[in-house]
């Protein structure tokens, strides 16, 4: 495999390859300068090469390609989960600019730290589960995470306890009611891990046999991994002014206290301030599209291969992302967008397309409900333009343009225009039905002109040729040699399909002239 992809660089006179133009190839598949996967690729020139571009015979490249064979040959072969990136960040940028002017919203002001954020902020960042990666905007701006730490912390408690404890803690359907309502459910609990209660019922079981100070550094260390080498930081304005204007948050602590939902031995004070200083937990752009990336990736963070999270840890919390992960417009975001996905009052939010990519939108102006005025536009152009809702596979091609980035450059009309010709040189009319019923044109061609009609005339598969002059396939295709399907069904001696053919050539010329005298 190193061979055949070395082969497919540009060679200078010695027939080596430039580092540079490797570097290239892997920026445009997305995967950019910074990824920790390859450090060593981007690592320094060589001293004694004066052009400042190294050059790498085999051997060097063999050797380049021994720490991460598969992600280069992946990236350079257009294998990764989207393979044109480019069209893909063209996209992005696209909705991007579209969404700047908007200046809808205002920002949370409950507390000065976030009232002070200049409200016209705005940053996208894109990871795939294969660490492809693309930013816009004001992506190195740090802001706190608020309610997206709620889904992170509900992971640390299945990972520490199993959902059947936890779950003796906290309920998980959608509680119907505001993010910070004073509400339990029937058997006295906080309704689910995304509201405030169940957050901060999260927060008493996370490691909690641990001291505070090990507690935090433990919930620190896990965004830190999720990050993948992003910096994480820590808003102590933010956390101080969270304390002081905490009324709400306390009461509800007494009150889940007062039903008894709380494990045996809950420090009641010390959970609520754990609490605040994991929303107080601070990232940027791109960090936080690592972290939803991840759990597009069931746990894995794709820019380092490390297991944060199991599977089930990560299906369990998609799935409450999905029914209550956006506040009141939870219902409503499953019903549009269909995607898990988490916001915060910073104006953060986090959006996971599952085995695909994590992205997070970060723009301050909130709406009535809480969320971020341009992440939620953001998520609806998203949707119209990809078939990401997770119900958009039951939608036929007939219900419009929705593009999926998971296939090459023309993919699907290769693979169609494929199935087409294959089933009509086998006379599988059913194959062919199914071809043209899922949109395949009739007559499109292979590379060498070569059509279905052609394919069929010349295997004389009359029932196959019938279907498709009845479905209006080119009579006159004529493929690179000049051969048309009458042609080919002569040459094979296919008496009956000529003769249809023919017909069908006749009754298109008679139709064509009488359509010439009436004009
Ligand atoms: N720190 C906020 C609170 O507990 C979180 C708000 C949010 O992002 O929903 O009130």
């Known amino acids: 495999m190193v061979r055949e992809l070395f082969q497919s660089f540009k060679k200078d006179a010695n027939g080596c390859i430039s580092r540079n133009e490797i570097i290239d190839r892997l920026r445009q598949a997305g995967i950019t300068p910074d990824d920790p996967r390859l450090g060593h690729l981007w690592a320094g020139q060589d001293a004694s090469d004066t052009t400042g571009e190294q050059l790498l015979d085999l051997a060097g490249f063999t050797k380049l390609c021994h720490r991460n064979e598969d992600l280069l040959a992946r990236a350079i072969t257009g294998e990764l989960v989207i393979p044109d990136f480019a069209s893909f960040t063209a996209d ?82 959608p509680s119907g009611l505001g993010f910070n309502e004073l509400s339990v459910n029937g058997n006295g609990l906080p309704h689910n891990p995304m509201i405030n209660s169940g957050a901060i019922m999260s927060c008493s079981l996370i490691e909690p046999s641990l001291d505070i100070a090990d507690r935090f550094d433990y919930v620190a260390d896990t965004w830190r991994q999720l990050a993948g080498g992003s910096p994480i930081g820590f808003n102590n304005a933010v956390y101080l002014s969270e304390r002081q204007t905490a009324d709400r948050n306390f009461a509800l602590g007494y009150f889940m206290r007062e039903h008894g939902a709380f494990p045996v031995g809950t420090n009641l004070i010390q959970t609520l301030e754990f609490y605040f200083q994991c929303c107080s937990v601070e990232l940027n752009g791109a960090a936080l599209s690592s972290v939803a990336s991840t759990l597009a990736n069931g746990g894995v963070v794709p820019l380092s291969g490390d297991r944060v999270f199991s599977t089930d840890t990560v299906q369990k919390c998609l799935s409450l992302m999905s029914s209550c992960g956006m506040y009141d417009y939870s219902g409503e975001f499953a019903f549009t967008i269909g995607l898990p996905a988490k916001s915060g009052v910073s104006g953060a939010l986090m959006l996971v397309v599952p085995q695909v990519m994590g992205i997070a939108i970060w723009s301050p102006r909130l709406d009535s409900l809480g969320n971020s005025v341009r992440g939620i536009e953001f998520c609806k152009q998203l949707v119209a333009k990809y078939n990401f809702h997770v119900y958009d596979s039951l939608v036929g091609d007939d219900q419009g343009s929705k593009r999926d980035p998971r296939l090459k450059k023309n993919q699907s009309a290769i693979e169609g225009t494929m199935r087409l010709l294959w089933s009509a040189s086998k006379g599988d009319l059913d194959g062919v039905r199914a071809c043209v019923a899922s949109g395949v044109m009739p007559s499109s061609s292979d590379y060498d002109g070569r059509t279905a009609l052609h394919l069929a005339a010349s295997e004389g598969h009359i029932d196959v040729v019938a279907y498709l002059l009845q479905q209006g396939a080119e009579l006159a295709a004529v493929d690179r040699w000049g051969g048309t399907p009458l042609s080919d069904a002569e040459k094979g001696c296919h008496t009956q399909v000529g003769k249809a053919l023919k017909r069908a050539t006749d009754s298109e010329a008679a139709s064509t002239g009488a359509g010439k005298q009436t004009a």
């Not at 200049?118 to 492809?132: E, K, N, S």
């Open 92 to 173: 992005i940028t696209e909705i991007y600019d579209s969404l700047l002017p908007d200046k809808r919203g205002k920002v949370a002001d409950y507390i000065p730290q976030l009232r002070r954020v200049p409200p016209d902020q705005f940053a996208i960042a894109v990871c795939t589960v294969d660490g492809q990666r693309f930013t816009i905007g004001d992506v190195g701006v740090n802001f706190c995470v608020q309610s997206v730490c709620k889904p992170i912390n509900y992971c640390l408690t299945l990972e520490g306890h199993g959902a059947d404890v936890v779950h003796r803690h906290v309920g998980r359907e």
